[in-house]
Nanobody, 127 residues
Framework: QVQLVESGGGLVQAGGSLRLSCAASGRTFNNYGVGWFRQAPGKEREFVAAIGWSGGRTDYADSVKGRFTISRDNVKNTVYLQVNSLKPEDTAVYFC????????????????????WGQGTQVTVSS
């Protein structure tokens, strides 16, 4: 069992930055791929970024590529999402999730492959 806790969200002006954290407890995080997803009011949850456990490969949604960076610190059992050049359309609740085994080897966009989810952290970008 893995417990995930997100933090780092907040209210920021357009163009600003935040660093979101996803802290894991319960088991070693090394063998889990991690994804960040977000859900805006009235919209479906969507993929943002992911990092595999093997080789640290990353993947990003087109809407955030070049602005967001996902990274992991296996010693601290934490995955980060650095979000820069924020836009009002980035406003959403951001969730991290963990995928084990083969589903987490490489960055994975498929929400259904993630077995552990955090409660989310709110990011609000004002114009």
């Amino acid at each position: 069992q893995v417990q995930l806790v997100e933090s780092g969200g907040g209210l920021v002006q357009a163009g600003g930055s935040l660093r979101l954290s996803c802290a894991a407890s319960g088991r070693t995080f090394n063998n889990y791929g991690v994804g960040w997803f977000r859900q805006a009011p009235g919209k479906e949850r969507e993929f943002v970024a992911a990092i595999g456990w093997s080789g640290g490969r990353t993947d990003y949604a087109d809407s955030v590529k070049g602005r967001f960076t996902i990274s992991r610190d296996n010693v601290k059992n934490t995955v980060y999402l650095q979000v820069n050049s924020l836009k009002p359309e980035d406003t959403a609740v951001y969730f991290c999730a963990a995928a084990r085994g083969l589903r987490g080897t490489f960055p994975n966009r498929n929400m259904g492959d993630y077995v552990y989810w955090g409660q989310g952290t709110q990011v609000t970008v004002s114009s």
